[in-house]
C-alpha cells in the first residue's frame, strides 16, 4: 500500500466551486506539505504543518486554504476555484528534522 | 524567494550514454535531495546528501554534494530507456527555514 495518498486523483470543477483535496500518510510523519507544479515551474510550496496545531504559509497561499486534522491527514481547499489554480497538486510529508520528503501520487485538478 | 538554478533544462540522448546535470545556488545549502518524476506519478527520492564533498551512489545513478555548498551533480551512467522523467533536484538553505528549494527540473529523453 502508498505510504502516501491523495484523493481524488483527478477532479474537473467549475470557476466559482469550491473544491477539498485530501491527503492521508501511514508514514507516521509530523510533517506534511502542500505543493503546485505548473509546467516550467517546478513545485511551488502552498501550505506546510509541521504538526497538527501548526499551520504556515507556503510562498502561494493566496486562494488556498488548509486543515491539519490529524497526524496522518493534511487538506487542501480552494474556497472559489479559478481557471489559474488548473495544475498538478502534491501532498508530500517528512520526519521531524529529516528533510527527505515523500510525495503522494498528486491530484490533477482542472478548473473550467 | 530563493532559487536553484537546474540544468540543463532538457537532454535527448541514446540508450546506453551518460548523462550529467546540476544544480547551483547562490547561498550555501546544508542538504540536497534528487528526485525522479515519471509522468503522472509523484517524485520519487533518490538520493540524499547531507555534507560538502560527499559521493553517494544508487545504482547507475551517482549525486555529489559540492565543495562550496553551493551546488550538487547528478550523473547517470549507461542510460535506459526507463530513465525518461523529470529529475528535480532540491536543497535547504543553511540558516534558513525548514523548507526545501526545489529546482525547474531536467526533462530527460532516452532514445531506445
Known amino acids: 500500500d502508498a505510504d502516501v495518498t491523495q484523493t481524488p486523483r483527478n477532479r474537473i470543477t467549475k470557476t466559482g466551486k469550491r473544491i477539498m483535496l485530501e491527503c492521508s500518510q501511514t508514514?507516521?510523519?509530523?510533517?506534511m506539505y502542500w505543493y503546485r507544479q505548473d509546467p516550467g515551474l517546478g513545485l511551488r510550496l502552498i501550505y506546510y504543518s509541521f504538526d497538527v496545531k501548526d499551520i504556515n504559509k507556503g510562498e502561494i497561499s493566496d486562494g488556498y486554504s488548509v486543515s491539519r486534522q490529524a497526524q496522518a491527514k493534511f487538506s487542501l481547499s480552494l474556497e472559489s476555484a479559478i481557471p489559474n489554480q488548473t495544475a498538478l497538486y502534491f501532498c508530500?510529508?517528512?520526519?521531524?528534522?529529516?528533510?527527505?520528503?515523500?510525495f503522494g501520487p498528486g491530484t490533477r485538478l482542472t478548473v473550467l | 524567494g530563493q532559487q536553484l538554478n537546474q540544468s540543463p533544462q532538457s537532454m535527448f540522448i541514446q540508450e546506453g550514454e551518460d548523462v550529467s546535470m546540476n544544480c547551483t545556488s547562490s547561498?550555501?545549502?546544508?542538504?540536497w535531495l534528487w528526485y525522479k518524476q515519471d509522468p503522472g506519478e509523484g517524485p520519487v527520492l533518490l538520493i540524499a546528501?547531507?555534507?560538502?564533498?560527499e559521493l553517494t551512489s544508487n545504482g547507475r545513478l551517482t549525486a555529489q554534494f559540492g565543495i562550496t555548498r553551493k551546488d550538487s551533480f547528478l550523473n547517470i551512467s549507461a542510460s535506459i530507456p526507463s530513465d525518461v522523467g523529470i529529475y528535480f533536484c532540491a536543497g535547504l538553505n543553511q540558516g534558513g527555514s525548514e523548507k526545501l528549494v526545489f529546482g525547474k527540473g531536467t526533462k530527460l529523453t532516452v532514445n531506445p
Open positions: 508514514k507516521g510523519h509530523d510533517r
Open positions: 547561498s550555501i545549502f546544508n542538504t
Open positions: 546528501l547531507y555534507k560538502a564533498g
Open positions: 508530500a510529508t517528512s520526519a521531524e528534522w529529516v528533510h527527505e520528503q515523500f
